[in-house]
Protein backbone atom coordinates (compact mmCIF):
# COMPACT_ATOMS: atom_id res chain seq x y z
CA UNK A 1 0.00 0.00 0.00
CA UNK A 2 1.32 3.73 -0.65
CA UNK A 3 2.08 5.82 1.82
CA UNK A 4 -0.36 8.79 3.10
CA UNK A 5 0.58 12.31 2.20
CA UNK A 6 -0.55 13.42 5.65
CA UNK A 7 -0.02 11.49 9.02
CA UNK A 8 -2.97 9.07 10.03
CA UNK A 9 -3.86 8.96 13.76
CA UNK A 10 -3.80 6.01 14.97
CA UNK A 11 -7.40 4.02 15.17
CA UNK A 12 -8.39 5.85 11.75
CA UNK A 13 -6.41 3.48 9.56
CA UNK A 14 -8.61 2.89 6.25
CA UNK A 15 -11.40 4.92 7.00
CA UNK A 16 -12.61 7.67 4.12
CA UNK A 17 -10.43 10.51 3.73
CA UNK A 18 -12.50 13.80 4.87
CA UNK A 19 -10.53 15.94 2.96
CA UNK A 20 -9.98 13.53 -0.62
CA UNK A 21 -12.63 11.57 -0.30
CA UNK A 22 -10.57 8.58 -0.85
CA UNK A 23 -9.60 5.61 0.60
CA UNK A 24 -6.71 3.27 -0.22
CA UNK A 25 -6.94 -0.23 -1.48
CA UNK A 26 -3.92 -2.77 -0.74
CA UNK A 27 -3.32 -2.95 -4.15
CA UNK A 28 -3.83 -2.37 -8.28
CA UNK A 29 -6.47 -3.92 -9.97
CA UNK A 30 -6.38 -7.52 -11.82
CA UNK A 31 -7.99 -8.56 -14.84
CA UNK A 32 -10.83 -11.03 -12.88
CA UNK A 33 -11.84 -7.96 -10.73
CA UNK A 34 -12.10 -5.67 -13.81
CA UNK A 35 -14.64 -8.31 -15.58
CA UNK A 36 -16.51 -8.93 -12.12
CA UNK A 37 -17.22 -5.23 -12.15
CA UNK A 38 -18.37 -5.11 -15.85
CA UNK A 39 -20.60 -8.21 -14.93
CA UNK A 40 -22.05 -6.62 -12.22
CA UNK A 41 -22.89 -3.22 -14.59
CA UNK A 42 -25.01 -5.66 -17.13
CA UNK A 43 -27.40 -7.22 -14.43
CA UNK A 44 -30.57 -6.20 -15.59
CA UNK A 45 -31.50 -5.04 -12.23
CA UNK A 46 -28.50 -2.51 -12.12
CA UNK A 47 -28.85 -1.74 -15.80
CA UNK A 48 -32.53 -0.24 -14.51
CA UNK A 49 -31.66 1.37 -11.82
CA UNK A 50 -28.71 3.26 -14.19
CA UNK A 51 -31.58 3.94 -16.64
CA UNK A 52 -33.95 5.44 -14.44
CA UNK A 53 -30.92 7.58 -12.75
CA UNK A 54 -30.60 8.75 -16.12
CA UNK A 55 -34.12 9.17 -17.21
CA UNK A 56 -34.84 11.09 -13.71
CA UNK A 57 -36.91 14.41 -14.07
CA UNK A 58 -34.68 17.14 -12.76
CA UNK A 59 -36.54 18.19 -10.46
CA UNK A 60 -36.15 15.32 -8.48
CA UNK A 61 -32.98 17.43 -7.33
CA UNK A 62 -35.50 20.05 -6.13
CA UNK A 63 -37.28 17.14 -3.69
CA UNK A 64 -36.56 16.35 -0.14
CA UNK A 65 -36.86 12.50 1.26
CA UNK A 66 -39.34 12.77 3.68
CA UNK A 67 -39.18 10.28 6.31
CA UNK A 68 -42.48 10.74 8.93
CA UNK A 69 -45.06 11.16 6.17
CA UNK A 70 -46.47 7.40 6.68
CA UNK A 71 -47.16 5.64 9.54
CA UNK A 72 -46.76 2.06 10.29
CA UNK A 73 -49.58 -0.13 9.85
CA UNK A 74 -49.48 -3.86 10.72
CA UNK A 75 -51.60 -6.78 9.33
CA UNK A 76 -55.16 -7.25 10.70
CA UNK A 77 -54.84 -10.74 11.72
CA UNK A 78 -58.72 -11.67 11.36
CA UNK A 79 -58.89 -10.68 8.02
CA UNK A 80 -56.77 -13.21 5.09
CA UNK A 81 -53.38 -12.29 4.53
CA UNK A 82 -53.35 -11.51 0.71
CA UNK A 83 -49.97 -12.88 -1.07
CA UNK A 84 -48.07 -11.09 -3.48
CA UNK A 85 -46.77 -13.17 -7.12
CA UNK A 86 -43.29 -12.59 -7.14
CA UNK A 87 -42.88 -10.09 -10.10
CA UNK A 88 -39.72 -9.90 -12.32
CA UNK A 89 -39.55 -10.17 -16.15
CA UNK A 90 -36.05 -11.30 -18.03
CA UNK A 91 -34.15 -11.41 -14.94
CA UNK A 92 -35.31 -8.05 -13.45
CA UNK A 93 -37.43 -6.92 -10.55
CA UNK A 94 -40.89 -4.74 -11.79
CA UNK A 95 -42.93 -2.73 -9.16
CA UNK A 96 -46.13 -3.05 -9.58
CA UNK A 97 -49.66 -1.40 -8.21
CA UNK A 98 -49.46 -4.87 -5.39
CA UNK A 99 -45.86 -4.43 -4.51
CA UNK A 100 -46.55 -0.38 -3.84
CA UNK A 101 -49.40 -1.10 -1.61
CA UNK A 102 -47.26 -3.95 0.25
CA UNK A 103 -44.82 -1.46 0.93
CA UNK A 104 -46.83 1.72 2.19
CA UNK A 105 -48.88 -0.62 4.27
CA UNK A 106 -44.94 -1.22 5.89
CA UNK A 107 -44.33 2.58 5.86
CA UNK A 108 -40.78 4.27 5.45
CA UNK A 109 -39.99 4.43 9.37
CA UNK A 110 -40.82 1.12 10.07
CA UNK A 111 -38.11 0.35 7.03
CA UNK A 112 -35.41 2.39 8.55
CA UNK A 113 -36.05 0.79 11.94
CA UNK A 114 -35.66 -2.27 10.16
CA UNK A 115 -32.59 -1.25 8.45
CA UNK A 116 -31.00 0.50 11.12
CA UNK A 117 -31.62 -2.38 13.32
CA UNK A 118 -29.71 -4.22 10.16
CA UNK A 119 -26.60 -2.52 10.22
CA UNK A 120 -26.09 -2.05 13.67
CA UNK A 121 -25.77 -6.15 13.71
CA UNK A 122 -23.63 -5.93 10.74
CA UNK A 123 -20.75 -3.22 12.33
CA UNK A 124 -20.64 -5.77 15.06
CA UNK A 125 -20.21 -8.49 13.24
CA UNK A 126 -16.53 -8.85 11.95
CA UNK A 127 -16.99 -11.15 9.23
CA UNK A 128 -19.52 -8.95 7.12
CA UNK A 129 -17.88 -6.05 8.40
CA UNK A 130 -14.61 -6.65 6.66
CA UNK A 131 -16.43 -5.24 3.36
CA UNK A 132 -17.47 -1.96 4.91
CA UNK A 133 -14.77 0.68 4.71
CA UNK A 134 -16.61 3.59 6.55
CA UNK A 135 -19.47 3.54 9.73
CA UNK A 136 -19.58 6.97 9.02
CA UNK A 137 -21.90 6.56 6.04
CA UNK A 138 -26.10 6.71 5.87
CA UNK A 139 -26.11 2.87 5.03
CA UNK A 140 -28.98 2.00 6.68
CA UNK A 141 -31.17 5.11 5.14
CA UNK A 142 -29.67 4.19 1.57
CA UNK A 143 -31.36 0.61 1.79
CA UNK A 144 -34.54 1.74 3.00
CA UNK A 145 -34.83 4.24 0.35
CA UNK A 146 -34.02 1.35 -1.96
CA UNK A 147 -36.35 -1.44 -0.81
CA UNK A 148 -39.08 1.99 -0.94
CA UNK A 149 -38.18 2.73 -4.56
CA UNK A 150 -37.90 -0.58 -5.77
CA UNK A 151 -41.51 -1.47 -4.89
CA UNK A 152 -42.50 1.16 -6.37
CA UNK A 153 -43.28 3.75 -3.72
CA UNK A 154 -42.13 6.97 -5.96
CA UNK A 155 -37.68 7.26 -6.62
CA UNK A 156 -36.57 8.38 -2.90
CA UNK A 157 -33.13 6.25 -3.76
CA UNK A 158 -32.37 7.36 -7.09
CA UNK A 159 -33.07 11.06 -5.67
CA UNK A 160 -30.71 10.18 -3.07
CA UNK A 161 -27.72 9.02 -5.67
CA UNK A 162 -28.37 12.61 -7.75
CA UNK A 163 -27.06 14.27 -4.65
CA UNK A 164 -24.96 12.34 -2.27
CA UNK A 165 -21.34 13.52 -1.96
CA UNK A 166 -18.75 11.62 -4.21
CA UNK A 167 -15.95 8.79 -3.19
CA UNK A 168 -13.29 7.54 -5.10
CA UNK A 169 -11.33 4.52 -4.27
CA UNK A 170 -7.44 4.42 -5.15
CA UNK A 171 -6.08 1.43 -6.43
CA UNK A 172 -2.33 1.38 -7.29
CA UNK A 173 -1.97 4.73 -9.44
CA UNK A 174 -5.45 3.96 -10.58
CA UNK A 175 -8.62 6.18 -8.80
CA UNK A 176 -11.68 5.34 -9.29
CA UNK A 177 -15.88 6.60 -7.95
CA UNK A 178 -16.75 4.26 -5.84
CA UNK A 179 -20.80 3.99 -4.19
CA UNK A 180 -22.80 5.36 -6.36
CA UNK A 181 -24.97 2.42 -7.42
CA UNK A 182 -24.98 -1.14 -6.40
CA UNK A 183 -22.56 -2.58 -8.75
CA UNK A 184 -19.59 0.33 -7.69
CA UNK A 185 -20.76 -0.21 -3.85
CA UNK A 186 -20.07 -4.41 -4.05
CA UNK A 187 -16.83 -3.47 -5.65
CA UNK A 188 -15.70 -1.65 -3.18
CA UNK A 189 -16.60 -4.21 -1.01
CA UNK A 190 -14.52 -6.87 -2.83
CA UNK A 191 -11.63 -4.31 -2.23
CA UNK A 192 -12.03 -3.09 1.09
CA UNK A 193 -9.49 -1.94 3.07
CA UNK A 194 -10.24 -4.17 5.86
CA UNK A 195 -10.13 -7.47 4.15
CA UNK A 196 -7.71 -9.96 4.83
CA UNK A 197 -4.88 -9.65 1.84
CA UNK A 198 -5.49 -13.03 0.48
CA UNK A 199 -9.18 -12.52 0.30
CA UNK A 200 -8.66 -8.89 -1.24
CA UNK A 201 -10.78 -8.68 -4.86
CA UNK A 202 -12.25 -12.08 -3.86
CA UNK A 203 -16.16 -11.62 -4.62
CA UNK A 204 -19.01 -12.54 -2.12
CA UNK A 205 -19.33 -16.22 -1.20
CA UNK A 206 -21.84 -18.33 -0.14
CA UNK A 207 -20.60 -17.96 3.57
CA UNK A 208 -20.30 -14.43 3.34
CA UNK A 209 -24.30 -14.07 1.88
CA UNK A 210 -25.22 -16.44 4.54
CA UNK A 211 -23.79 -14.41 7.24
CA UNK A 212 -25.45 -11.71 5.56
CA UNK A 213 -28.74 -13.09 5.58
CA UNK A 214 -29.05 -14.10 8.93
CA UNK A 215 -28.47 -11.09 10.48
CA UNK A 216 -30.89 -9.38 8.42
CA UNK A 217 -33.76 -11.45 8.94
CA UNK A 218 -32.70 -11.42 12.49
CA UNK A 219 -32.98 -7.73 12.31
CA UNK A 220 -36.58 -8.25 10.67
CA UNK A 221 -37.81 -10.17 13.17
CA UNK A 222 -36.68 -8.13 16.16
CA UNK A 223 -38.17 -4.91 14.50
CA UNK A 224 -41.36 -6.17 14.08
CA UNK A 225 -41.15 -6.59 10.20
CA UNK A 226 -42.65 -10.44 10.15
CA UNK A 227 -46.02 -9.19 12.00
CA UNK A 228 -46.59 -7.99 8.04
CA UNK A 229 -46.91 -11.42 6.91
CA UNK A 230 -47.65 -10.16 2.89
CA UNK A 231 -45.11 -8.00 3.21
CA UNK A 232 -42.20 -10.58 4.44
CA UNK A 233 -43.82 -13.40 2.49
CA UNK A 234 -42.92 -11.22 -0.64
CA UNK A 235 -40.34 -9.58 0.62
CA UNK A 236 -38.18 -12.87 1.44
CA UNK A 237 -38.17 -13.82 -2.50
CA UNK A 238 -37.32 -10.41 -3.27
CA UNK A 239 -34.37 -10.16 -0.98
CA UNK A 240 -33.27 -13.35 -2.21
CA UNK A 241 -33.52 -12.05 -5.77
CA UNK A 242 -31.02 -9.78 -5.51
CA UNK A 243 -28.20 -11.77 -3.77
CA UNK A 244 -25.97 -12.49 -6.21
CA UNK A 245 -22.33 -14.39 -5.06
Same mark, same amino acid.
Given at each position: ?Q??P? !?????D %?G????IS?M?A??Q?????? +??G???????? &??????RA???SS???D =? %?E?NI? /??T?V????S #??? #?FVSF?A??G /???A?R?T? %?LI????????IRF?K?F?Q?VF? &????D?F??? *? %?EP?????AL?? #??KF??? /? !?W +?R??? +?? !? =?K????? *?E?? #??AH &????? *???A?H? !? =??EPD?????F???D???????H??AAR? +??MF??E???E?? /?R??G?????
Amino acid at each position: MQAAPH !PIAEGD %EGKICPISGMFAAAQALDVTS +TAGLEALQSDP &DIAEEMRALTMSSQNDD =K %EEVNIT /TRTVVRTVAS #QPV #QFVSFNAHNG /THAANRATQ %ELIRGVGLPALIRFTKSFYQKVFA &DSHIDQFIAS *H %EEPHHMRFALWI #QEKFGDG /T !PW +TRERR +TR !P =KKYMKFG *HEVR #QVAH &DRSSA *HFAAWHS !P =KREPDKWVVHFRPDDARVWMRLHFWAARE +TGMFENEAFMEYY /TRFIGHFISV
